[in-house]
């Protein structure tokens, strides 16, 4: 199991709120560092691979449990 520096629950917000806040905690944190994100959103998925791509933050994860989209990133 991987260690978790900060997790944020955007369960509820739709797009793209929760893109923005987890890019905001993103902003906060420090390299390396993990960052999971709960959201419902469907189009979080989409949205957070997109964001990996072009930011160079690792997408460690993207599941789905229970209507529950869950993203892990590794700050670049």
């Given at each position: 199991m991987m260690d978790v520096d900060q997790e944020l629950d955007l369960k509820g917000m739709s797009?793209?709120?929760?893109?923005?806040?987890?890019?905001?905690?993103l902003s906060r944190m420090q390299s390396g560092q993990i960052i999971r994100v709960y959201a419902t959103d469907p189009g979080?998925?989409?949205?957070f691979a997109s964001?990996?791509?072009i930011s160079g933050h690792r997408?460690?994860?993207?599941?789905?449990e229970h209507g529950v989209y869950i993203h892990t990133l590794q700050h670049k």
């Open positions: 797009c793209p709120l929760p893109l923005l806040k987890a890019k905001q905690a979080s998925v989409r949205d964001f990996a791509r997408l460690v994860a993207s599941e789905e």
